[in-house]
T-cell receptor
């Protein structure tokens, strides 16, 4: 499946580093999402962008900074992370239209903070 | 806020046995979606239910949405090793937001 791509697939960073995660969707969707998936926890919604406007910021620490330059691209800028931020970060997109808005996920970035 | 509870957390079955996972929401949902995540993979959309009491089938998978639109179930008949993975329900409230359950990890012994 190549509808939603994410890079890098794996990332190891120190607590003082700055890095960015990239997501691109090729489905023509109008909404994009960042989720955090940790062991033994539900998928946690972090940010939602609808038509390039941020519509949801789920009490995410400021060390995570999203950017959505256009409807196809989504970034997550990371700085001064903590070890508990280690997780799988998933990007998703959907086409908002009435009730039907199934989400298409990318393969994720496995992040390890040392 | 909206909470979605899913049980069981784990289920191990012998190949050929049936499997069911249940989902309950603290609030009435506009729709419910089900996703499957294979080990090492990412969630993949399976189906969406919208109507009260709706039942949908996909081959050996049967999905139900409760009359009150607060609960749902996924039933797999005669499991196969290819069914292994984590099954998530996700409740739809507002237009863009889904609340995911913790998922049920299904393992199948051949």
């Amino acid at each position: 499946e190549t509808g939603v791509t994410q890079t890098p697939r794996h990332l190891v960073m120190g607590m003082t580093n700055k890095k960015s995660l990239k997501c691109e969707q090729h489905l023509g969707h109008n909404a994009m999402y960042w989720y955090k998936q940790s062991a033994k926890k539900p998928l946690e919604l972090m940010f939602v962008y609808s038509l390039e406007e941020r519509v949801e910021n789920n009490s995410v620490p400021s060390r995570f900074s999203p950017e959505c330059p256009n409807s196809s691209h989504l970034f997550l800028h990371l700085h001064t992370l903590q070890p508990e931020d280690s997780a799988l970060y998933l990007c998703a997109s959907s086409q908002l239209r009435g009730v039907g808005y199934e989400q298409y996920f990318g393969p994720g970035t496995r992040l390890t903070v040392t | 806020g909206q909470q979605v509870m899913q049980i069981p957390q784990y289920q191990h079955v012998q190949e050929g046995e049936d499997f069911t996972t249940y989902c309950n929401s603290s609030t009435t949902l506009s729709n419910i979606q089900w996703y499957k995540q294979r080990p090492g993979g990412h969630p993949v959309f399976l189906i969406q239910l919208v109507k009260s009491g709706e039942v949908k089938k996909q081959k050996r998978l049967t999905f139900q949405f409760g009359e009150a639109k607060k609960n749902s179930s996924l039933h797999i008949t005669a499991t196969q090793t290819t069914d292994v993975g984590t099954y998530f329900c996700a409740g739809g409230g507002s237009n863009y937001k889904l609340t995911f359950g913790k998922g049920t990890l299904l393992t199948v012994n051949p």
